[in-house]
């Protein structure tokens, strides 16, 4: 059988008057690209989630296909020609390299990809997210995977009952992709254990263990490691399939209800709560507070057939509201730590100048 690929590629190329959201001409010359490649391709969606604009590609060429990722960064390069000529905010500011060399990776914009043999009725969620990191996505998969109390499935679904692999990244080390494996149930404290530190392990998959199905695929893009200075945090994306042998739609989302505490935020150096989005949402004013959007969509023979908005609902207005009342508490704090992340994941360097001028002055007695 033959295996249906899903891409999902998103880059920040500029947006309007700030890091808010991409202008309408920005988005129409990354659709018109995509679309002059529909020989390639099967099917796409393109939208925004704040200033990251995402193209999601169905086809049957295999992940790290060479020219699938070249629709992309053809797109996102054609358009940052409109984003400069419109004097957008930060046009261009994920291209970090402008010869394609045959991967996307590496090259600024985040990638999630995942192959397999589609289902009869295919149910795929894939989750944008802007202002924030991709160890924001630790906490909801572990409660999804592997917190019976948040997620029912896992007791109920015969398949999952037999557990998921983790693969989990460094992301810390720059020279290549340095991953561990570990299996649910029995390595769950081992699991823990990295999640904990979302800035520096970060779930990469997770695989069904019975049969090594796909489930979860997150960009790991490392930024400002490629490009040796800060240019915004990785604002990540994630695949998710869902329903049977997997977990359901319902469950995969509802852990988003928790609207945690993320790194990202206004500079990419604050910690606020996640809130969950309507599907092209922009950036909000109010201190960049990290965001994550949700579709929810049905594939058929390789197409996107219907999708919907996962966090349009009465539910999630509730969570909003949840989430914005977080995000002003900890703003309480202003300055201080934890409302400011810790030293080494504030990548602006005056402060860090200031304070190593500072220790020179200090005395001991
Ligand atoms: P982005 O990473 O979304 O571009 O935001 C950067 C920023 O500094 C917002 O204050
Ligand atoms: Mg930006
Ligand atoms: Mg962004």
């Known amino acids: ?19 808010t959201k991409p202008s309408k001409e920005v988005l129409e010359e ?22 990251d604009i995402h ?19 053809d797109a996102f390069l054609n358009a940052t020609e409109i ?12 291209i970090l390299k402008t010869a394609f060399s045959g991967n ?27 202002k924030t990191e991709p160890g924001a996505f630790n906490l909801p998969l572990y409660y999804a995977f ?17 557990g ?17 494996e570990l299996y649910t149930p029995e390595n769950y404290i081992d699991i823990a254990s990295l999640l904990f530190n979302p800035h520096r392990f970060v779930v990469e998959s997770i695989w069904l263990r019975e049969n090594n199905e796909p489930i979860v695929s997150v960009s790991t893009t490392r930024l400002h490691n490629i490009a040796g200075r800060y240019v915004g945090k990785d604002d990540p994306i994630m695949i998710v399939r869902a329903q049977k042998p997997f977990l359901a739609t319902e469950e995969i989302c509802s852990v988003f209800a928790i ?25 909000s004013t109010y201190l960049c507070n990290p965001m994550v959007s949700c579709i929810v969509m049905s594939i058929k023979n390789g197409k996107i057939t219907s999708y919907i908005d996962g966090f349009d609902d009465p539910i999630f207005d509730e969570i909003r509201r949840k989430a914005s009342e977080k995000s002003f508490y900890m703003r309480e704090q202003g300055f201080i730590m934890p409302a400011m992340l810790p030293m080494e994941e504030i990548e602006y360097t005056a402060l860090k100048e200031k304070i190593e001028e500072l220790e020179k002055k200090f005395t001991t007695r």
């Open 55 to 73: 193209i999601i590609m169905t086809h049957f060429n295999g992940i790290n296909n060479p020219k699938v990722h070249k629709i992309a960064f």
């Open 164 to 180: 998921v692999k983790f693969v989990i990244m460094d992301v810390s080390y720059t020279e290549k992709d340095k991953i561990i």
């Open 259 to 283: 609207a945690h505490y993320v790194g990202g935020d206004t500079r990419g150096s604050h910690n606020m709560a996640l809130m969950p989005v309507k599907l092209n949402s922009q950036a």
């Open 30 to 51: 990354v659709i018109k690209t995509v679309k002059s490649n529909k020989d390639i391709i099967e099917d796409f969606y393109v939208g925004f989630c704040g200033d």
């Open 1 to 19: 059988m033959e295996k249906l690929t899903i891409s999902a590629i998103k880059a920040d190329i500029g947006a309007v008057g700030g890091h």
């Open 146 to 162: 592997i917190e019976v109390s948040r997620s029912p499935g896992l007791i109920l679904s015969p398949s999952m009952r037999k």
């Open 104 to 130: 996307i990776k590496g090259m600024g914009p985040g990638i999630a990809e995942m192959e397999f043999v589609e289902r009869p009725n295919e149910a795929v969620i894939v989750f944008p997210a802007d």
């Open 83 to 94: 984003a400069k000529n419109q004097g957008l905010y930060g046009a261009g500011q994920d």
